[in-house]
């Protein structure tokens, strides 16, 4: 069935969010990033799959009461899953991939990537092709080794720089705090160039990863959180506050998405 225009699927998940009562953020967050998407320049020149997915590559969801069998367990939101159909990618196709990170070392650009799960897991393919594994790691290697001038020059050959210069600014602009690390999500329609995209942000705005308290609106992601918990920042994402940093300004500007009252609006919506 196409359930609210996700597609014909099947498959939904049940998501708890036990961390966040609203059980807004992950959504509300999703909704913001693929308004971003959509407000990107380069848009049109994106895959044609990539822009039929439900959500532009991100997850969507709703919230709803659940019951079994007489019992009442809570509220859940109904969430699109980690699945081909979230980015409306075709599983028998090498080239395309949605990986997942899972930690703060080679998931942040620092170290070869093996796809295991460990450290990035693929969500699409039983059997990770062995041409992503090369494709990741060129990138990364990219990343480690490059030059600043090469860097800057040469950054399109592995990433969708305004897909990454986006990400950063929306990380930063909600508090997504592992959004820099353990918690990415890379696309590719090629097999080739690779771009950011969203899926958990359940500790979002402020909210400390356990719901225990909410982090000072003074709150330095990377620093504070990355580096201060877990001892490792993102080598791509710092890199490329540094070297893109006029660009990264210049997209700051003129973003509705993130003015107080479309985030308020947004809210109103999805609760």
Avoid at 238 to 246: A, Q
Avoid at 250 to 262: A, G, T, W
């Amino acid at each position: 069935m196409n359930f609210k225009g996700w597609g014909a699927q099947y498959k939904f998940n049940l998501k708890a969010n036990w961390i966040d009562y609203s059980h807004a953020r992950n959504i509300v967050s999703a909704r913001l990033w693929s308004q971003m998407v959509e407000t990107r320049h380069d848009y049109d020149s994106l895959a044609e799959e990539f822009k039929n997915s439900p959500n532009n590559g991100a997850v969507d969801g709703f919230p709803i009461l659940v019951y079994c069998n007489g019992y009442y367990w809570g509220r859940y939101t109904w969430n699109i899953g980690k699945d081909a159909y979230l980015t409306n990618m075709d599983e028998t196709l090498d080239t395309h991939c949605l990986l997942c990170s899972e930690d703060y070392v080679s998931s942040c650009f620092r170290a070869t990537a093996v796809i295991d799960e460990t450290d990035w897991t693929d969500e699409l393919h039983k059997t990770v092709p062995t041409s992503i594994v090369t494709s990741l790691n060129s990138a990364i290697n990219f990343v480690m080794s490059s030059t600043d001038e090469d860097f800057v020059n040469n950054i399109g050959n592995y990433f969708n720089l305004p897909s990454l210069i986006d990400y950063y600014i929306w990380c930063y602009a909600i508090c997504h705090l592992d959004g820099l690390g353990k918690n990415q999500v890379l696309l590719t329609y090629d097999g080739v160039h690779w771009m950011a995209s969203a899926y958990d942000m359940d500790s979002t705005f402020g909210l400390y990863w356990d719901g225990s308290k909410f982090v000072s609106h003074q709150y330095k992601m990377q620093s504070e959180y990355e580096t201060g918990v877990h001892g490792s920042t993102n080598l791509l994402y710092e890199r490329l506050g540094v070297l893109f940093k006029d660009q990264i300004k210049e997209l700051c500007k003129n973003r509705s998405v993130f003015e107080e009252h479309e985030i308020i609006k947004m809210y109103k919506i999805r609760i």
